[in-house]
Antibody
Framework: QVQLVQSGAEVKKPGASVKVSCKAS????????ISWVRQAPGQGLEWMGW????????NYAQKLQGRVTVTTDTSTSTAYMEVRSLRSDDTAVYYC?????????????WGQGTLVTVSS | QSVLTQPPSVSGAPGQRVTISCTGS?????????VHWYQQLQGTAPKLLIY???NRPSGVPDRFSGSKSGTSASLAITGLQAEDEADYYC???????????FGGGTKLTVL
């Protein structure tokens, strides 16, 4: 069965960076995009960006452009999302998920989420 | 402000039918990009409920249905059950922003 397993919770100070991993299993990793979506406490879903696991092409939300980098390691079927220059309003649960973009099939499988807390 | 507009909340009694609207524009829903719907139970990751405007993934009850017309889409839930109490989000793609966009979410309360 398809599974996306994310790394554990993180606590970071303002200005630091965080890197979250997402290990995929149960499907051919290179055949699907990976999206990253975050959810601040009590708020809605915010799309951050996606990467093609086939060729590494990326697309980022304009709001986060320059602070976020998404990569993949096809040898281990793992995706990574790094956020730099963290601020308090980056405190959120970060999800990786399969699919995205203008796909007609939606984002069909989600990781369990990783809580990132930014606090001094 | 979300690019896709949803009502903050809806409610209904068990057994009733409720609908949740998702209003976009000519650069997303109106541009014929597919609309997808997600259900998020308290404290859990979102789950794909409807994809491609009106298709249900395997395992999703047929009480859930989606439709799209012009620059809007709707999610309908019939035979409301207590377990349907959750947050619901619509999602599409916006060609002006070149971004995936979500609605602000709708909290469904089963009375």
């Amino acid at each position: 069965q398809v599974q996306l397993v994310q790394s554990g919770a993180e606590v970071k100070k303002p200005g630091a960076s965080v890197k979250v991993s997402c290990k995929a299993s149960g499907y051919t990793f290179s055949s699907y995009d990976i999206s990253w979506v975050r959810q601040a406490p009590g708020q809605g879903l915010e799309w951050m960006g996606w990467i093609s696991a086939y060729n590494g092409n990326t697309n980022y939300a304009q709001k986060l452009q320059g602070r976020v980098t998404v990569t993949t390691d096809t040898s281990t079927s793992t995706a990574y999302m790094e956020v730099r220059s963290l601020r308090s309003d980056d405190t959120a649960v970060y999800y990786c998920a399969r699919g995205g973009g203008s796909s007609s099939t939606g984002i069909d499988y989600w990781g369990q989420g990783t809580l990132v807390t930014v606090s001094s | 402000q979300s690019v896709l507009t949803q009502p903050p909340s809806v409610s209904g009694a068990p057994g009733q039918r409720v609908t949740i609207s998702c209003t976009g524009s000519s650069s997303n829903i109106g541009a014929r990009y597919a609309v997808h719907w997600y259900q998020q139970l308290q404290g859990t990751a979102p789950k794909l409920l409807i994809y491609g405007n009106s298709n249900r993934p395997s395992g999703v009850p047929d009480r859930f249905s989606g439709s799209k017309s012009g620059t809007s889409a709707s999610l309908a839930i019939t035979g409301l059950q207590a377990e349907d109490e959750a947050d619901y989000y619509c999602q599409s793609y916006d060609s002006s922003l070149s971004e995936v966009v979500f609605g602000g979410g709708t909290k469904l309360t089963v009375l």
